[in-house]
């Protein structure tokens, strides 16, 4: 099997309920929405939409690594965007996890200095492709030969792909008999009309998010907004949407900002209004340690 992914990296969680915790990350190509309405004047008018991530000249760039965080439409457009096939890594399991494996402290997901445990995590792009599925089992699959296997496992998805029945029953098998011991994680960002531009009929699939509740009890929802009413009315309505069908992870409330400065413009605001309405907030920790640096 053949694995497509823009990058991996070590570093700590930078949202929601993990913050700070060890993470290694694979970064997933291709996705299933754009979200070209994030940080733009008006969300809901494309033809209002700045999109640097198109009009960039990209033509010295090698290495991911080496783009700019863009502070407009998706912060991480180069993880599904044509135009960035190039820099996408396409490599076969065991070559991808040596590559992984090489990132660990002393290779192992367990510090061998103190004992911490390091989250695996799959990101995108969209690691809940139908295509993409079987490359999260193949890569932990890989580890469980090297008997080097991630106990704690977080998947970053956008919830709207349906999970397949290989991907339930792996999950089923070796992290949910494991209860206690193991956790599997659905760190799920629903994306709103009103902050990333995306129509709510594509973007706001409650019976997907409540199959992923039923095969996981573990999670999270994670909202982006911008501090509108209309934002605000949209976590509302389809926090009720998914606990309807089944799912009742807690909710979290990131203010838009892919970049350092567009963050703080608005962070405190949307932070004091989240608390008073009853949600967790949750800065871009990475955001504010690294600046606008991809790989962090």
Known sequence: MKLKYSETFYSAQGEGKYVGIPSLWMRFFLCNLQC??????????????ELPYETIDISNIKRV???????????????WAKKYRHLITDRGVEEAVDELTALLPGGKFVHPNTGQQVHMVFTGGEPMLKNTQP????????????NNFPNFVTVET????????????YILEKYEMWAGQREWYWSISPKLWSTAGEKHEKAIQPEVIGEYAKISSNGQ???????TEESWREVEE???????????????????????????????????????????????????????????
């Open 36 to 49: 070209d309405g994030f940080g733009q004047k008006d969300p809901t008018d494309p033809s209002t939409y």
């Open 238 to 296: 389809n926090t009720r949407l998914f606990r309807e069908a089944g799912c009742n992870f807690p909710v979290w409330i990131m203010g838009v900002g892919g970049t350092f400065e567009g963050l703080v413009q608005t962070e405190a605001s949307i932070a004091d209004e989240a608390i008073q309405r009853g949600y967790n907030y949750t800065s871009r920790v990475h955001v504010h340690i690294y600046g606008n640096a991809i790989g962090k």
């Open 65 to 79: 690594i080496d783009l700019p965080v863009f502070d407009k439409g998706c912060d991480s457009s180069y993880t």
């Open 135 to 146: 490359g999260i089992i193949s890569v932990l699959e890989e580890f469980d030969k090297r």
């Open 158 to 169: 956008n919830g709207t792909k349906p999970i397949g029945d290989e991907l339930a029953d």
């Open 221 to 227: 929802l994670k909202f982006v907004v911008n501090g």
